[in-house]
């Protein structure tokens, strides 16, 4: 569907995993188009002739916009075979966002589990350029194992200037880094939930257990906003394939205060 989409040129593509691809898109220089400025919201991207499908914003400016692609079905593998000089079209933004001008002068703790760090991946090129405005950034990835781990370029500068924790859920024995489920890291990192906002995202057994992980730190649900975003598929409400517990994660969400979705069951 390209209805009221415009095109977009890929500048620069690079390769994350086996199947995955980290895309900077750039902005017309013609088109008066508001890019998301926010981090959490999402575009309709799409081919002429192959397909449409909903992918969060991992970072963005007022001249480019970046997607992590992960090549899992007919649409997503042509797309990772596009190269810069080709053009992708977008339609968007759609859906909420981190709230982030609220949360200013708090720590923030990101928790992301395997591609779902892509959206968390935007809120911390949000905090980057912005880092006078919030008070400790604690991160915590997981990843299946080693060749699973994406944006390897940003996690070098965000262990320099962020509280980087960084595992895998397996690795052969050469492997030096951390080994274990990412809520096991969050539970012995001794964190409170003084003056701390929580944001979760990944797959949905990994958000239920982080969840319940944070309320035994003693986070209460008004300081946890989970982002459901894997489970869209059409991206407008139609096709009924993210609704849960009566709500459209692409249109009322796909990021939600925990208090006001504590009932959404997986």
Same mark, same amino acid.
């Given at each position: 569907?390209?209805?009221?989409?415009?095109?977009?040129?890929?500048?620069?593509?690079?390769?994350?995993?086996? =199947?995955?691809?980290?895309?900077?898109?750039?902005?017309?220089?013609?088109?008066?188009?508001?890019?998301?400025?926010?981090?959490?919201?999402?575009?309709?991207?799409?081919?002429?002739?192959?397909?449409?499908?909903?992918?969060?914003?991992?970072?963005?400016?007022?001249?480019?916009?970046?997607?992590?692609?992960?090549?899992?079905?007919?649409?997503?593998?042509?797309?990772?075979?596009?190269?810069? +000089?080709?053009?992708?079209?977008?339609?968007?933004?759609?859906?909420?966002?981190?709230?982030?001008?609220?949360?200013?002068?708090?720590?923030?703790?990101?928790?992301?589990?395997?591609?779902?760090?892509?959206?968390?991946? +935007?809120?911390?090129?949000?905090?980057?350029?912005?880092?006078?405005?919030?008070?400790?950034?604690?991160?915590?990835? +997981?990843?299946?194992?080693?060749?699973?781990?994406?944006?390897?370029?940003?996690?070098?500068?965000?262990?320099?200037?962020? =509280?980087?924790?960084?595992?895998?859920?397996?690795?052969?024995?050469?492997?030096?880094?951390?080994?274990?489920?990412?809520?096991?890291?969050?539970?012995?990192?001794?964190?409170?939930?003084?003056?701390?906002?929580?944001?979760?995202?990944?797959?949905?057994?990994?958000?239920?257990?982080?969840?319940?992980?944070?309320?035994?730190?003693?986070?209460?649900? =008004?300081?946890?906003?989970?982002?459901?975003?894997?489970?869209?598929?059409?991206?407008?409400?139609?096709? +009924?394939?993210?609704?849960?517990?009566?709500?459209?994660?692409?249109?009322?969400?796909?990021?939600?205060?925990?208090?006001?979705?504590?009932?959404?069951?997986?």
């Amino acid at each position: 569907m390209l209805f009221n989409a415009t095109p977009f040129r890929i500048v620069k593509k690079e390769k994350q995993t086996e =199947d995955t691809y980290l895309f900077r898109l750039e902005k017309p220089k013609k088109e008066k188009i508001k890019l998301c400025y926010e981090p959490g919201e999402f575009f309709l991207v799409s081919v002429p002739g192959i397909g449409e499908a909903p992918f969060s914003v991992c970072a963005c400016s007022k001249d480019f916009i970046e997607f992590n692609i992960r090549g899992l079905g007919d649409v997503t593998n042509h797309l990772i075979k596009l190269k810069p +000089g080709d053009y992708l079209w977008l339609r968007g933004p759609y859906g909420t966002s981190y709230p982030m001008k609220e949360l200013k002068g708090n720590s923030l703790v990101i928790i992301g589990g395997g591609t779902g760090v892509a959206p968390l991946r +935007g809120v911390l090129k949000y905090v980057e350029e912005r880092r006078a405005d919030y008070d400790r950034v604690h991160a915590f990835f +997981g990843f299946r194992d080693p060749n699973e781990i994406l944006f390897k370029k940003d996690m070098k500068l965000w262990n320099r200037i962020f =509280d980087l924790n960084l595992t895998v859920d397996k690795a052969p024995k050469s492997y030096k880094g951390r080994v274990g489920l990412v809520t096991k890291v969050v539970e012995e990192s001794g964190l409170n939930n003084k003056n701390k906002i929580a944001m979760v995202c990944g797959p949905p057994i990994m958000i239920k257990f982080t969840i319940q992980t944070l309320e035994k730190m003693g986070f209460h649900h =008004d300081q946890i906003f989970v982002s459901f975003e894997r489970r869209m598929k059409c991206g407008v409400g139609m096709c +009924g394939h993210c609704m849960i517990s009566g709500k459209y994660v692409c249109k009322d969400g796909p990021v939600f205060r925990y208090n006001k979705v504590k009932g959404i069951r997986e």
